[in-house]
């Protein structure tokens, strides 16, 4: 079947709409004692059906396999193991709805009354005893994992079930057959019950029911049973939202969107040791071409990231620091958290993000086509980064403290198999300028120094967020940058941020525990670029960190305004989410590399980034480099004395609908004005001010303004910096 028509079938055929689910309840489990038979010969025509006679098949305890840990019943090795186990219906009618779950090595097919209702790793209808299966899969539980689900929606059970008895059948496979040095054969089968009553076992401690409510959106991932590999799984998604603050349950039709999609796992460490994987999904049309879309208030686009916070216990570290990215100005990956379904199977909180790319709604840098291959045209719309994975091309120096290792670089956009050698040739050009420039910044190339390559605001401001967050992946994995063309500035820009799921605290190698200490000197498994050091001798560079540190230190970087944002969304959290998602992934009291600590309680996660996070600033105000004279607001006013003797603070900064003016001395009539950085003026009132004072600002877009208190009695102004959000 080709993928166009898979897709429209996909389309036309997908089963979201279910009745009401009471409870789950057990039919089979894998540790049952069922019927079983080694395929070392042909098994009869049959086998998989209700009337056949097993009675000389062996009998055994689940699972069924080599003896290496997962199994209660052994055998000797065999190409194939076929398994029945039967069981009784009390009340059809009770039944809504089935899940069949699997744990195997290597593949199988599963049958109910004889019809097939979910496959893996293996071909042929039916596959014979000598059948190999497709490929190499290790069983998941052993390691701490959970089976895969296969759902089975009503229609299809109401054909299949009967009162009384039934019998679930499978069949499993090695992908080396008999040579194979191991089975594993761990099956269960549950109902959704839309009654009150209890006729069936109950689930097992990892079934998670996949009905709930919540204030988050619901992302529902359809692939139709097909395991989600490394390589594009065609499937669809639904999203449930009913808008800010509203339940959304997950037994609702999806409202928000509904289409196409292929869905891979993603992850680079992550993707090997957790079992909450994380994932890239790419939204398609309906003959299977990539299609942009808007949802849940992410412009429109077709590249999506589900980021799935594993060892990252408080699930806010990626989402927090994205925040300060934007809150500093620049572009940084917009983020949401969902809860995440996988046919039928519930997968906890993940962190819904933009793919970094090229885009008019995320890098907003001119496209470079093919054709651009000379003039101003080939200098910008270049993203690339330093990574883990194969390299394009490699730096000319040596890492810091690390002779003879050379940083590596990738092409994010264009990627390498689209890139034309004169793109290529132009970009490490310029890159080697720019190196050789801060390698020996006394000297000059083609009489440019090291500012005249690179935005020396964008790097200050890199600096400011790895070294607050201490991530020991900050400046040799995961970072990237971005050159836009000569006649719009074209030099290159530090960003947009990634990847701090292990910073704030949550590792123990690299000093990344200690809230005191730069990171820019670590050597973390490969070393850091030299530049760093070089920056951090260079007047302009310090003195750029420094301005930056003070002028985020009064917005973004508040304390006041971090512990609302992590006040804000952990109360987004914890109405049964978090609970739902620690249940799913039973972690809290468990140590999870490279967790420094074992904290027993979603608060205490949250404890603990929060002082984390007051010791690092309070280290940061006290050593961060530099001297900064801020320069005059240039706007209107600028030569009326200021209010000197009033501490007046801003509160929640940034924020996104009300600004509260707080002062312990403020009182009286002022004239309050908003205005943007460039001086327009957006707001004006004369107002009684005491103490505490609100402003609607809900009206006003992204971005930094300023706020100015006139005391006409007095003849004294004072000005404030705030950013909305």
Same mark, same amino acid.
């Given at each position: 079947m080709s993928?166009?028509?898979?897709?429209?079938?996909?389309?036309?055929?997908?089963?979201?709409?279910?009745?009401?689910?009471?409870?789950? =309840?057990?039919?089979?489990?894998?540790?049952?004692?069922?019927?079983?038979?080694?395929?070392?010969?042909?098994?009869?025509?049959?086998?998989?059906?209700?009337?056949?006679?097993?009675?000389?098949?062996?009998?055994?305890?689940?699972?069924?396999?080599?003896?290496?840990?997962?199994?209660?019943?052994?055998? =000797?090795?065999?190409?194939?193991?076929?398994?029945?186990?039967?069981f009784q219906v009390v009340d059809k009618s009770a039944i809504e709805r089935a899940i069949f779950h699997a744990d195997y090595d290597d593949g199988f097919v599963a049958y109910l009354n004889g019809i097939e209702i979910a496959r893996a790793n293996l071909e042929g209808t039916p596959p014979t005893h000598e059948t190999w299966a497709t490929e190499l899969r290790e069983a998941l539980m052993y390691e701490g994992g959970n089976p895969i689900p296969f759902s089975i929606g009503t229609t299809q059970l109401n054909e299949i079930l009967q009162e009384g008895e039934n019998v679930l059948t499978v069949q499993t496979h090695n992908y080396e057959g008999a040579a194979s040095t191991d089975m594993t054969t761990l099956y269960w089968l549950s109902f959704g019950i839309n009654n009150d009553t209890y006729d069936y076992n109950p689930v097992p401690d990892w079934f998670i029911s996949p009905e709930f409510t919540t204030n988050l959106p619901i992302l529902k991932v359809n692939t139709f049973d097909t395991y989600i590999s490394e390589e594009a799984t065609v499937g669809e998604l639904g999203i449930i939202w009913n808008g800010e603050g509203q339940e959304n349950n997950s037994q609702e039709?999806?409202?928000?969107?509904?289409?196409?999609?292929?869905?891979?796992r993603r992850g680079q460490s992550s993707l090997g040791l957790f079992p909450k994987n994380g994932y890239a999904i790419e939204t398609k049309d309906e003959i299977g071409e990539d299609k942009d879309v808007a949802f849940l208030n992410f412009p429109e686009e077709e590249d999506w990231i589900l980021h799935g916070p594993y060892s990252d216990k408080t699930l806010l570290r990626n989402v927090i620091t994205m925040h300060w990215a934007k809150g500093m100005g620049q572009y940084a990956s917009r983020t949401r958290f969902v809860e995440l379904l996988i046919n039928?199977?519930?997968?906890?909180?993940?962190?819904?993000?933009?793919?970094?790319?090229?885009?008019?709604?995320?890098?907003?840098?001119?496209?470079?086509?093919?054709?651009?291959?000379?003039?101003?045209?080939?200098?910008?719309?270049?993203?690339?980064?330093?990574?883990?994975?194969?390299?394009?091309?490699?730096?000319?120096?040596?890492?810091?403290?690390?002779?003879?290792?050379?940083?590596?670089?990738?092409?994010?956009?264009?990627?390498?198999?689209?890139?034309?050698?004169?793109?290529?040739?132009?970009?490490?050009?310029?890159?080697?300028s720019f190196e050789t420039?801060?390698?020996?910044?006394?000297?000059?190339?083609?009489?440019?120094?090291?500012?005249?390559?690179?935005?020396?605001?964008?790097?200050? =401001?890199?600096?400011?967020?790895?070294?607050?967050?201490?991530?020991?992946?900050?400046?040799r994995i995961s970072t990237y940058m971005y050159k836009e063309k000569d006649s719009k500035g074209g030099k290159i820009h530090a960003g947009p941020m990634w990847d701090f799921n292990i910073a704030l605290g949550n590792i123990e190698a690299c000093n990344g525990l200690t809230e005191w200490g730069w990171m820019y000197e670590e050597h973390c498994g490969n070393s850091n670029p030299f530049w760093w050091g070089n920056f951090l001798e260079e007047e302009a560079f310090v003195n750029a960190v420094k301005c930056r540190w003070l002028e985020s230190r009064e917005t973004v970087l508040h304390m006041d305004s971090i512990t609302e944002f992590i006040n804000e969304k952990v109360a987004l959290l914890s109405d049964g989410a978090v609970d739902r998602n620690f249940e799913r992934w039973q972690v809290l009291d468990q140590y999870v590399w490279p967790n420094p600590f074992i904290h027993y309680t979603y608060t205490d996660e949250i404890t603990y980034l929060k002082n984390y996070l007051t010791a690092r600033i309070t280290?940061?105000?006290?050593?961060?480099?530099?001297?900064?004279?801020?320069?005059?607001?240039?706007?209107?006013?600028?030569?009326?004395?200021?209010?000197?003797?009033? =501490?007046?603070?801003?509160?929640?900064?940034?924020?996104?609908?009300?600004?509260?003016?707080?002062?312990?001395?403020?009182?009286?009539?002022?004239?309050?004005?908003?205005?943007?950085?460039?001086?327009?003026?957006?707001?004006?009132?004369?107002?009684?001010?005491s103490q505490n004072h609100t402003i609607d600002i809900s009206d006003l877009t992204t971005g930094n303004y300023l706020l100015k208190i006139y005391d006409r009695k007095n003849d004294a102004i004072q000005w404030k910096k705030f950013m909305v959000f």
């Open positions: 993928t166009k028509i898979f897709i429209i079938f996909l389309l036309i055929y997908s089963p979201y709409l279910f009745g009401q689910i009471d409870h789950w =309840e057990t039919a089979v489990l894998a540790e049952d004692y069922w019927q079983y038979q080694e395929g070392n010969s042909s098994i009869p025509d049959g086998w998989n059906t209700l009337d056949f006679v097993d009675d000389f098949w062996l009998f055994g305890m689940g699972s069924i396999g080599y003896g290496d840990g997962d199994d209660n019943t052994f055998i =000797e090795p065999t190409t194939s193991l076929y398994m029945r186990r039967t039709e999806a409202n928000e969107f509904f289409g196409n999609m292929t869905i891979k039928e199977q519930y997968e906890g909180i993940y962190v819904l993000m933009e793919k970094i790319k090229r885009d008019k709604n995320r890098v907003d840098i001119a496209t470079l086509n093919p054709e651009d291959i000379e003039g101003d045209e080939l200098t910008g719309g270049y993203v690339f980064k330093i990574d883990k994975g194969d390299a394009d091309w490699f730096s000319q120096y040596d890492m810091i403290n690390s002779p003879y290792s050379k940083l590596a670089f990738q092409y994010v956009s264009p990627k390498l198999a689209k890139i034309q050698p004169e793109q290529e040739a132009y970009l490490q050009a310029y890159v080697d420039a801060i390698k020996y910044p006394n000297n000059t190339i083609d009489g440019k120094t090291y500012a005249d390559f690179i935005d020396i605001n964008s790097f200050a =401001e890199h600096f400011i967020l790895t070294e607050l967050t201490k991530n020991v992946d900050g400046y280290w940061m105000d006290n050593n961060i480099f530099g001297i900064c004279t801020l320069p005059p607001i240039d706007t209107v006013d600028t030569n009326i004395p200021t209010i000197s003797n009033i =501490e007046i603070q801003l509160f929640p900064n940034p924020s996104k609908d009300i600004l509260r003016i707080e002062s312990e001395l403020l009182y009286g009539e002022y004239e309050v004005g908003i205005f943007t950085t460039e001086g327009q003026e957006c707001y004006t009132e004369k107002t009684q001010i």
